[in-house]
C-alpha cells in the first residue's frame, strides 16, 4: 500500500444493505470510506496580509537651511529624483553674502594694521616699565646695602663704647675706693682721678645713646625696604598688565571676527548637499522663489523602507516579532522580517512593520502580499479530515487490517498539536503507519467493518 493516500482523492461512498444486498445485522454491514497513513510531514502555517511600503520615521530627512532669508539660485532635483550622500542638490544666491564677507574682512584688515601700531607702542611701553622696574629695585637693593653697612658700623661703635664704657667704670669704682682710703697726701690725686673718670663715663654713655638712635633709624629703613619692594613689584606688574590687556583687546576685534565667521557659515549655507543615499520626496521651493521658510527637500532614505500592513484579531495572537516573511511583488519577492506589532487595534486592524532594508527593490508606495511563517516543523501526523471533536478531545478510527484483505475500524483517542491547512501534528494515541480514515465517520463505531476505495475504483 502507498504511503501517501493523499494524492489519490478518494471517493466516498457508503453503502447499506439495502443498495448491496446485505444481511440487515450492523455485523454484515460494510463501510466504503477514504482513508489517510499517519506519517511524518511538513507542517507550515502562514498568516498571509497585503501591506504597503513607507519610509520609516528615521529614514526621512527634511533638508533645511539656517538663513533668515534666501534667494533660490539653482534647483538640481524633482521629486522621484535618486541622490547619493553629498550631491548638490539645491543652489543659493550668496551675492550678498560674499560682499559683506569682503566689507567686514577690508574693516578687520585696517583695524589689525592701526591695532599693529598701538601694539608695538604698548609693547614698547611694557619694555620700558620692566626697566624702569629693575633700576628701581636695584636702586633699592644698593640702599639696602648702604644702610646695611652703617648699622653694622654704628653697631661696632656701639659695642666698642660700651667694652670701654665698662672699663672705665670698673677704674672710677677703684678710684673711688681708693679715695676713700688715702692718706693726705692722696686725696687730690683721687679725686681728680674720679672726676676725670666720671666726665669719660657721661661722654661714653651719651655716645652709646648716640650710636644705638642711629642703629634703630636704620633698623626702620631696612625693615621698610621690604614693603618699598613689594609696593614696587604690584605697581609695575600691574602698568605691565594694562598695556598687555590692551594688547589683547586691539588683538582680538572679536566682534568683527564673529560676523566674518557667522557670514562664512551663512555661505556654506547656499551650497545644500543630500544627507543621505536616497529619493527626493517633496521639493518645497523652486528656482528664483525668494523664500523664508527653512525647509527645502524631503528626502527618504532609500535603505530605511518599511511594509505596513494589518493583523485581525486571530492573526494577531499568531504573530511575533523576528519572524520572517516573504514578500511578493509582481513575478519577485524578497525575505523581510516582522520587528514591531502594535498590540493596541486600530481602525484597520491590528499594525504590523515589516523590515525590508535588506532590498532595494522596493519602491515607497508599492502594494505587496506577506506570507509571516509562524511555524515549519517535520511532524507525525494525520489528514486533518481523520480528527473527530468530542467536547475539546479528539478521536481517530484506526483502519486495522485483517486476514481477508478487510479493515475492523477502531476508535482511539488522540492528542494532537500543531496545525497547518492540510494535517494536524499526532503527540500521542497512534503510531507511524497506522491507517486513519477520513471519511463517513459519523456511521461508524467502534469495530466497524470498512473497506477503503480509491477513486480509480470507480472508474
Known amino acids: 500500500m502507498n504511503n501517501h493516500f493523499v494524492s489519490s482523492i478518494l471517493t466516498l461512498i457508503f453503502v447499506s444493505s439495502m443498495l448491496v444486498g446485505c444481511k440487515e445485522s450492523s455485523e454484515d454491514l460494510v463501510f466504503y470510506v477514504s482513508a489517510d497513513e499517519c506519517d511524518e510531514h511538513m507542517l507550515t502555517k502562514n498568516v498571509n496580509i497585503t501591506g504597503v511600503v513607507e519610509s520609516e520615521d528615521a529614514g526621512v530627512y527634511t533638508v533645511s537651511t539656517k538663513l533668515q532669508s534666501f534667494r533660490i539660485k539653482s534647483l538640481k532635483v524633482r521629486s522621484g529624483d535618486e541622490v547619493n550622500e553629498g550631491d548638490v542638490i539645491c543652489e543659493l544666491d550668496s551675492d550678498e553674502i560674499e560682499k559683506d564677507i569682503k566689507a567686514v574682512e577690508e574693516r578687520l584688515k585696517n583695524a589689525q594694521s592701526i591695532d599693529e601700531q598701538n601694539i608695538n607702542e604698548l609693547n614698547a611701553e611694557i619694555s620700558r616699565n620692566k626697566k624702569m622696574f629693575d633700576l628701581k629695585i636695584k636702586q633699592i637693593e644698593e640702599d639696602i646695602s648702604s644702610d646695611q653697612k652703617k648699622y653694622n658700623e654704628a653697631e661696632q661703635n656701639f659695642n666698642r663704647t660700651k667694652s670701654e ?166 513575478q519577485e519577492s524578497v525575505i523581510g522580517e516582522v520587528t514591531r506589532i502594535n498590540r493596541i487595534k486600530g481602525e484597520d486592524g491590528f499594525d504590523v512593520y515589516i523590515d525590508v532594508s535588506e532590498t532595494n527593490k522596493l519602491n515607497i508606495g508599492m502594494s505587496v502580499t506577506n506570507s509571516i511563517r509562524i511555524f515549519e516543523e517535520e511532524a507525525l ?70 473497506e477503503i476505495k480509491t477513486a480509480s475504483d470507480y472508474k
Open 165 to 330: 664704657l665698662e672699663s672705665t667704670e670698673r677704674a672710677y669704682s677703684d678710684a673711688v675706693n681708693n679715695l676713700a682710703n688715702a692718706v693726705s697726701d692722696e686725696t687730690d690725686y683721687y679725686s681728680e682721678l674720679c672726676e676725670n673718670l666720671l666726665q669719660k663715663i657721661t661722654v661714653s654713655r651719651n655716645e652709646m645713646e648716640s650710636y644705638s638712635s642711629v642703629m634703630t633709624s636704620i633698623k626702620t629703613k631696612l625693615d621698610d625696604y621690604n614693603y618699598q619692594i613689594e609696593i614696587t613689584k604690584l605697581e609695575f606688574e600691574k602698568k605691565i598688565a594694562d598695556s598687555q590687556l590692551e594688547i589683547d583687546t586691539y588683538q582680538s576685534n572679536d566682534e568683527l571676527k564673529e560676523q566674518l565667521r557667522e557670514l562664512k557659515e551663512s555661505l556654506e549655507e547656499c551650497i545644500v548637499y543630500a544627507p543621505c543615499n536616497g529619493i527626493v520626496k517633496d521639493v518645497y521651493v523652486t528656482s528664483g522663489q525668494v523664500s523664508s521658510e527653512s525647509s527645502i527637500i524631503t528626502i527618504v532614505q532609500k535603505d530605511k523602507k518599511i511594509i505596513h500592513a494589518s493583523l485581525n484579531d486571530n492573526d494577531v495572537l499568531l504573530v511575533d516579532e523576528g519572524m520572517k516573511t516573504e514578500i511578493n511583488f509582481g
Open 381 to 450: 501526523s494525520v489528514n486533518k479530515n481523520a480528527l473527530i471533536e468530542d467536547n475539546g478531545d479528539y478521536y481517530v478510527y484506526v483502519a486495522v487490517p485483517q486476514a481477508n484483505d478487510s479493515y475492523i475500524a477502531e476508535y482511539k483517542p488522540v492528542t494532537i498539536g500543531i496545525q497547518d491547512d492540510v494535517n494536524a501534528e499526532i503527540c500521542s494515541g497512534i503510531s507511524k503507519g497506522d491507517i486513519v480514515v477520513t471519511s463517513e465517520m459519523e456511521y461508524l463505531e467502534d469495530g466497524a467493518c470498512v
